[in-house]
């Protein structure tokens, strides 16, 4: 395979920054490191890229669709096509195929989809199951008809059927027989994700959520007499918080708060982006509902926020700008992070022996291109 030398960069290893730097890569990282300690080799493809900056693959632990395609419509083709158009449009390197409450036939086939898919495309490394296990109250854009109580049967069929990739499933702890089905997920090596839920903090204490879905999003929100869904992650230093980046699901000042309490180690920038991201403004879907995308934001015709449009390289943008974080911190919180919590260990950062997923950007962080197993992909507008 071709060896890649990207010289004279700015790099972003994910445990430190390297201002004049060389990355040596064919599918792996060979060599990372300060341009004094670089020797060409016989063969070396080399870029100089001349002050760019270099950082790790992004990770999408909750992105629906996109391009006009989503996970639920359990079609491996347009899954495959799915992940390669957030590869060359975004920079995510690595995504979890994310599926919404919907009947178990139909996520019977999304799992077969994700499978099959992810057996040609290795961006998609994992599945979110967001549902169908929530409260009502909470539901925000899933459809109510198809919500379930907890069913760890279920979800040892749906994981089978995916070929063994899920790995994180929102649901709502304060269900009854949560605590069996914990159990059953951690047992499964899933983790399990607080979310759509009217949990008080007194649930959670009992629970082992250990992950919270689009934090301040379709959760009972922080108040002072009941911290809430919202409160308790805020709360709990070890919690993992997603992050909807876009300014509307969250307003940047709220984002900020979220930073200063949980900071750059907790949380995970997410998309949540359905099928409209990508495409022109107007009517789209989302689980059988008519949405309607205008101004960058996706609502159903009742006005709830129906999923994001949000492009996974203007989440990492709008952390910086809207929350106060260094890039070596955004870094953290779109990378590093994601395969920590989920044993990618060939994913998230930059050094010898991990997966060569890369993306190059320009000093002003605006995204140029991505390298995916080493192979390369320029970044399309």
Not at 268 to 282: A, F, N
């Amino acid at each position: 395979m071709t060896v890649t030398v990207l010289t004279h960069a700015v790099l972003y290893t994910g445990s430190e920054c390297i201002n004049e730097g060389y990355i040596r890569f064919d599918d792996k990282i060979l060599a990372v490191g300060p341009m004094s300690d670089y020797r060409p080799q016989a063969g070396d493809q080399i870029k100089n890229l001349r002050g760019q900056i270099v950082i790790p693959g992004f990770i999408d632990v909750h992105a629906h669709g996109g391009y006009g395609f989503d996970a639920m419509d359990g079609d491996a083709d347009q899954i495959d096509k799915m992940a390669t158009n957030m590869l060359e449009h975004e920079g995510v390197t690595t995504l979890f195929a994310t599926t919404m409450t919907q009947s178990v036939d139909n996520i019977d086939k999304a799992m077969r989809g994700v499978a099959a898919a992810a057996d040609r495309n290795h961006v998609i490394q994992g599945v979110h199951l967001e549902g169908p296990f929530i409260a009502v109250d909470f539901k925000g854009a899933q459809p109510e008809q198809f919500i379930h109580t907890p069913d760890a049967k279920l979800v040892e069929q749906w994981d089978k059927l995916s070929g063994g990739r899920v790995k994180l499933i929102t649901y709502a702890p304060e269900k009854p027989g949560s605590r069996e089905f914990e159990d059953a997920l951690i047992n499964l090596g899933i983790v399990p994700s607080v979310g759509h839920s009217n949990a008080t903090r007194a649930d959670l204490l009992n629970s082992k959520a250990s992950h919270v879905t689009h934090l301040y999003n379709a959760q009972r929100e922080f108040k002072h007499r009941e911290p809430g869904v919202t409160g308790h992650a805020m709360l709990e230093p070890q919690m993992y918080a997603e992050l909807i980046a876009d300014g509307f699901h969250i307003v940047p000042d709220m984002l900020k708060l979220a930073f200063r309490v949980k900071g750059a180690d907790r949380i995970e920038l997410v998309t949540d982006s359905m099928r409209s991201k990508g495409m022109p403004e107007g009517e789209s879907e989302l689980g059988g509902q008519k949405v309607f995308v205008k101004d960058k934001q996706a609502r159903l015709a009742d006005g709830t926020l129906a999923g994001s449009v949000l492009m996974y390289k203007d989440a990492f943008k709008n952390a910086i700008n809207f929350m106060g974080a260094s890039v070596a911190d955004a870094v953290k919180m779109s990378s590093v992070n994601q395969a920590r919590e989920f044993g990618l260990e060939h994913k998230g950062a930059l050094e010898v022996g991990k997966d060569a997923d890369i993306n190059v950007m320009s000093p002003e962080l605006d995204l140029q291109a991505s390298y995916s197993y080493g192979q390369y992909h320029e970044t399309q507008a």
